[in-house]
């Protein structure tokens, strides 16, 4: 796809449509280097069906050669020269030879060239493509361009393409100047191209490629994967440039290669530094020799203007060029003019930059006012480009445990950008400096960090407890951090015997951790089998996590909580709120989990669309970020999404993963939440004993009572039982249900243990399903609500009441259809119908299943009343690709206008 270039690409496809008919044209596509001259050559010749395809470019080392690019073009048509009639064939045999010269010849030349393009005595048509055309040599350009201005029949399509300006003159032809592309175009291709980019670098690479299609593609291509998700150093030089295309820098160093010395120091001093204020520019540059005066030859030779008083590089690419020629001490020497230019107090954070930019040695000065800096370089590109500022001021540090303490630090963002390599690696570079205890203590929570995601949180857990002895005279409260982290991950691993002596190490909880420790003694009340005394501290966790600001990782175990104590409400508030700031401050890190507590809370209030795009988002940054655990939960719930949509083989190949994923881990809750949609799928086919073989099975495993299980497996294990025969199943699930719903007191999750009494004690159902529907009526559990309705249908059937019957099902088979569960409706739908009642066809996907999961979203949120930049903030996108993705959409949902998206607002999800 060519972004931006939708006008040159109609005319391209006119003319080739009137080539079909006979018609014969010319055209001109001139522009800058990279603006994409080439890539329309290139769609030209795959939209030319049925004509013969020649392309030609010329080359630089040929252009002092006369006819050397006619000799080209005639070499790809020699059957049609053989064609022409004999003088011209001796015309065209004749320059090449023996070089012609004068007025005359050159006509002749021409109106042979002239006769092969139109078809004299050949059939077909042709479509000529001239690549480089600046390199054509003077003769071959005469010749090509006269016979192009007097093309008229045959069918031959011709295009040139080159660079602007006196390089090649084609007055009298069609013309084209390709300029930069717009905002939305540079977003949408470099968004195609390069996904992955972290918001900041993104932004930055958009400002530096200032719409030059080929700087969006190569710029980018040259960083490496930490550079891509934000771990770009901060000064303002271009991105990449030591590993600049090589094979690009041809273009560009002859254009710099005949100025003065002077001249190129100034462009170096601009190629460094881009905010390009000609002031910081001059001054900079009376350091290096250079005055204002020798920007002349540069703006003559059209390689920058002046706008404003600050210099721009008409073509970006020469900038990274630039950059990328300059050797490392005039990249030094010009980084310390920058430095020595931005003296007022105002530009300390730039001086700082450019001056570690352009340091060789150890330099603890420079190393402090670096360090100093990290706020501003997290505001700009969040804890990646955080991790980059600290790493770079340790390798300036002179002194092993200042050193060690800036790569603890480094370690802890890189970290929560989710860059556990990285992290991992500057760990263990701390770790070889000897660290303080305090620093070790630091390390080794970011390790059991990594291990925790990627390794065995046993191990982690038992790890930290013996560390937490050493730092506790030094750092108590880190202390106290560590005992809390080994007693959160031995839990987590189910290893109660660490967990309790983590506990034990914490007589008086400090208030920083008193969240985590509340959330594992929580867990570790529920995996126990004792969920009703953890009850407590996941009330207690909600209400931390509802008040304003606090902790992010603090607050997504306040949901955990809301999602255990059956919270929707406080669930759905804190997790999306969570995603927020993770999105606002770059915290990668914590972002996959985030969105994975946030596509639970959307799908617990059927917003399916909604919950598929979050864990579909959270899937792609887990596994980029090597998030074994994130991603098993991940996969996990986009079985659960497949088992309610009725894609059984999705389900199965995702659960499949999820449990790989688990194999010799300790955290299985991943692979058995994974199982369970496998038991989900079955109920929903009404496939009753598979169903209650596969609920049953997990009924041993601790996990059944994770936060994310412990609502809804025994509810669907009673309906499994009951339905399959199995009443011992039933009635011991059925105890474990009441006791739990009752305790937690959500009306939905009371209204299901009724739904489960009335299935187990039929004496009692039809109260049952009486005042379950009532509370019901108070929850936002749509599935559930039409499970119970459902239920509540079959048996007012089956008692032989199907005017109650129709009414229950009816809304039961809209709901299910409007939500996108597809095996319950069809269960409704046949119970409907056996009660006497044809239901209506079912809905299709709704009216954004045309839009792709991003467009969706998007959509959603437009539609909602929120504006680019708030959707922007939400989806971490910029403002310019939501604006991209909505005009995407509105044409394939038929609407002309953002209030137009409103009528969307009560279906979207």
């Excluded at 100093?372 to 505001?379: H, L, P, Y």
């Amino acid at each position: 796809m060519l972004y931006g270039r939708e006008p040159e690409q109609a005319l391209i496809d006119r003319m080739l449509a009137d080539g079909r008919a006979g018609l014969s044209g010319s055209l001109v596509l001139s522009g800058d280097v990279g603006t994409g001259k080439s890539a329309l050559l290139a769609f030209a010749a795959d939209r030319a069906s049925g004509a013969r395809v020649v392309r030609v470019a010329g080359v630089e080392a040929e252009a002092r050669l006369p006819f050397a690019g006619l000799h080209l073009l005639l070499r790809s048509v020699a059957d049609r020269v053989e064609a022409l009639p004999a003088s011209q064939r001796e015309v065209l045999r004749d320059p090449l030879g023996t070089g012609v010269s004068g007025p005359e010849e050159c006509v002749r030349v021409g109106l042979a060239v002239l006769a092969l393009l139109s078809g004299t005595g050949c059939d077909g048509r042709l479509a000529v493509l001239i690549d480089d055309a600046q390199w054509l040599d003077g003769p071959s350009a005469e010749a090509l361009l006269f016979a192009a201005r007097r093309l008229e029949a045959g069918g031959t399509t011709m295009i040139f393409a080159g660079r602007g300006g006196d390089g090649f003159p084609a007055q009298g032809l069609p013309s084209r100047v390709l300029g930069p592309l717009d905002a939305e175009a540079a977003a949408g291709l470099l968004d195609e191209r390069h996904p992955d980019l972290s918001p900041w670098v993104r932004e930055r690479l958009l400002r530096e490629a200032a719409g030059n299609p080929a700087a969006l593609v190569a710029l980018p291509a040259a960083l490496t994967d930490r550079e891509r998700t934000g771990g770009l150093f901060p000064p303002a030089g271009p991105v990449g440039l030591d590993r600049f295309p090589a094979e690009w820098r041809g273009a560009f160093d002859a254009q710099v290669a005949g100025l003065p010395a002077a001249t190129r120091a100034l462009l170096l001093l601009a190629a460094l530094d881009d905010r390009g204020e000609l002031g910081v520019l001059v001054c900079a540059g009376r350091r290096l020799g250079a005055s204002v005066g020798d920007l002349e030859a540069a703006e003559q030779g059209g390689l920058i203007e002046v706008r404003d008083r600050r210099l721009v590089f008409r073509n970006p690419l020469l900038r990274a060029a630039i950059a990328a020629a300059s050797s490392l001490p005039r990249r030094s020497a010009a980084h310390e003019a920058l430095a020595a230019a931005y003296g007022d107090e105002r530009d300390a954070e730039r001086r700082a930059w450019h001056l570690a930019a352009g340091a060789v040695e150890a330099d603890e000065e420079l190393a402090a006012a670096l360090a100093r800096t990290a706020g501003r370089a997290r505001a700009l590109g969040g804890q990646a480009a955080l991790a980059a500022v600290l790493e770079r001021a340790a390798a300036l540090t002179p002194g092993p445990e200042a050193r060690a303490d800036r790569l603890a630090a480094a370690a802890e963002a890189a970290h929560d950008a989710g860059r556990l390599g990285w992290a991992a690696s500057l760990v263990d570079e701390a770790a070889r400096l000897a660290p303080r205890p305090v620093t070790r203590g630091r390390l080794a929570l970011v390790d059991a960090a990594i291990e925790y995601q990627r390794g065995s949180p046993a191990t982690a857990a038992r790890d930290l407890l013996g560390l937490a002895g050493p730092v506790a005279g030094d750092a108590p409260a880190l202390a106290a951090a560590v005992r809390a982290t080994a007693l959160h991950y031995a839990v987590l691993a189910g290893d109660l015997g660490t967990a309790d002596a983590a506990a034990a190490a914490l007589p008086a909880v400090p208030v920083a951790v008193a969240g985590v420790v509340d959330a594992a003694l929580a867990v570790r009340h529920v995996i126990a089998g004792d969920p009703l005394q953890g009850l407590p501290h996941l009330r207690d966790l909600i209400g931390r996590a509802r008040e304003p600001g606090g902790d992010v990782r603090l607050n997504l175990l306040g949901v955990y909580a809301a999602l255990a104590a059956g919270d929707d409400g406080a669930a759905s508030a804190v997790a999306e709120a969570q995603v927020r700031r993770c999105r606002e401050d770059g915290e990668l890190g914590l972002l996959p989990e985030a969105l994975t507590l946030l596509a639970v809370t959307r799908l617990n209030r059927g917003l399916y669309g909604d919950a598929l795009a979050c864990a579909t988002e959270g899937l792609a940054l887990a596994e980029g970020a090597g998030q074994d655990h994130q991603e098993r939960l991940l996969l996990a719930v986009l079985a659960h999404l497949a088992a309610v949509s009725g894609d059984d083989e999705r389900c199965g190949s995702l659960a499949a993963r999820a449990a790989a994923k688990a194999a010799g881990r300790e955290v299985a809750v991943g692979a058995v939440w994974g199982a369970y949609a496998l038991g989900l799928a079955e109920l929903g086919r009404g496939r009753y004993a598979e169903a209650a073989d596969r609920l049953a099975a997990m009924s041993g495993s601790r996990w059944v009572r994770s936060p994310f299980l412990i609502n809804c497996h025994g509810a669907d294990l009673v309906e499994a039982a009951v339905r399959a025969g199995r009443p011992g199943y039933a009635a011991a699930a059925l105890e474990g249900v009441e006791a739990w719903m009752s305790r937690i007191g959500q009306p939905w999750a009371r209204a299901v243990a009724l739904r489960c009494r009335a299935l187990v004690r039929s004496a009692d159902a039809e109260a049952s399903y009486e005042e379950a529907a009532e509370l019901h009526g108070r929850g936002d559990r749509p599935l559930e609500r039409a499970r119970t309705e459902l239920l509540w249908g079959q048996w007012l059937r089956r008692a032989r009441r199907p005017g109650a019957a129709r009414t229950r099902l009816r809304s039961a088979l809209e709901t299910f259809e409007a939500i996108g569960a597809a095996p319950w409706a069809a269960r409704a739908r046949a119970e409907l119908e056996a009660a006497g009642e044809r239901a209506a066809p079912s809905r299709d996907g709704g009216p954004l299943s045309c839009l792709t999961s991003q467009e969706a979203q998007v959509v959603r949120l437009a539609a909602a009343g929120a504006t680019n930049r708030e959707i922007a903030a939400r989806l971490f996108l910029s403002p310019r690709t939501v604006a991209y993705h909505l005009y995407k959409a509105f044409p394939k949902l038929g609407v002309d206008s953002r209030h137009e998206l409103k009528r969307f607002g009560d279906r979207a999800s």
